[in-house]
């Protein structure tokens, strides 16, 4: 089977894809609801490092699904489950001033970020 797409990849089930833009998060999961998925949301050590290759070969974080819009500190994949995989980067998640929605850094490590600010967008198939 194929693993590697130009760009994406397939990781199990799951297929990240970017078109390479950016956007703050209502518009980022927009687009790839609209392209028939959701914002991409690991779950789990492998779908991250998957993730991960493309944060690397793009060289931008990446905006995820994962957000805590709806309660504060309550984070929720796109369609309101909890969440059951986390990779915080150390004191993370500190919503400093407000920060709902969440970016893998370099390291594949996440922060929570405020939601108006444009990120990759990878979504997920
Ligand atoms: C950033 O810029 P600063 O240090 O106030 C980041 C926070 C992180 C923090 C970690 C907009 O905040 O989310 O928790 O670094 N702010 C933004 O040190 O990404
Ligand atoms: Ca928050
Ligand atoms: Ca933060």
Redesign the pocket.
Known sequence: KVLRLPNGIRVGEKVFHTSGLRGAYETAEAKCVQAGGVLASPRNADENRALLEIRKSHNENIILGINDIQTEGTFRYPGGETIGFTNWSK??P?D?GG?DCVEMLENGLW????CN?EKLIVCEY
């Open positions: 004191n993370e500190n400093a920060e922060n929570d970020f405020p600010g």
